[in-house]
């Protein structure tokens, strides 16, 4: 491979599926530490694996669907516009809808929902009675949930909203510990359930430890 490490066909197709149908769309280098105890971690590429893998026509086709709906999971502003099936990013996606410049560009101005993908007129946002009723359910649970203590902090509310793909999350009593993993498996994001706070790349939390106390952040709302 580029990094240096050798691995076998077979082994580098099966890892590489492994690592993707988990979610990821990044897959590293799995070499053990070397010498010096360092990690390689190198991102292989899917140009390299299609390559060193020897994938077939069908195989590859799975690979690249696979990790393309990994990616707009992970992408909370990317959309596929449900008239021409074409990938759009939302620069605006607190409005709740998107025009669709692909179909724009084909003289068809087309609105979608961001939320369930039903068309919309423009400025006047979604009116469709299953994904309003959905939202309001949603800031409700948000709003009115329990205030329960949380090592030590009272105050804290009980149901919280993942900072990064808003997956709802109840805590759970018997955990003792504020650190949380989003329970969305395509999304992971590491947070404190009191504060929000999330930790560094390095993996710093600025909240401090596990069962450490900090000031508990307001009720989450959601556009």
């Keep these: 491979m580029s990094c240096g490490h050798a691995v076998a066909p077979e082994n580098l197709l099966n890892y590489y599926w492994q690592e993707i149908k988990s979610g990821r769309i990044e897959v590293r280098c799995p070499s053990l530490p070397d010498e010096n105890n360092r990690d390689c971690k190198a991102e292989w590429e899917f140009k390299e694996v299609l390559r060193h893998a020897r994938l077939s026509a069908d195989e590859r086709f ?23 099936d074409e990938t759009v990013i939302a620069s605006c996606p607190d409005r709740g809808y998107f025009d669709c410049y692909y179909c724009q560009r084909k003289g068809d101005r087309y609105s979608f929902c961001t939320r369930c993908s039903q068309p919309v007129i423009p400025l006047f946002g979604c009116k469709n009675s299953d994904c309003e009723q959905g939202l309001r359910q949603l800031k409700s649970l948000l709003h009115t949930c329990h205030l329960i203590t949380i090592v030590n902090v009272p105050g804290c ?39 929000l706070s999330t930790p560094s790349q390095s993996g710093y939390w600025p909240c401090g430890g596990a069962y450490d106390e900090c000031p508990p952040a307001p009720r989450q709302k959601i556009v």
């Design 62 to 84: 799975l690979f690249l669907s696979v990790l393309f709906t990994n990616w707009l999971e992970k992408n909370k502003n990317a959309y596929i516009c449900p008239r021409c």
């Design 157 to 195: 509310p009980k149901v919280r909203a993942c900072p990064k793909c808003h997956y709802i999350i109840k805590f759970d009593n018997n955990n003792l510990c504020k650190h949380m993993t989003c329970f969305n498996g395509t999304c992971e994001t590491r947070f404190c359930f009191i504060c």
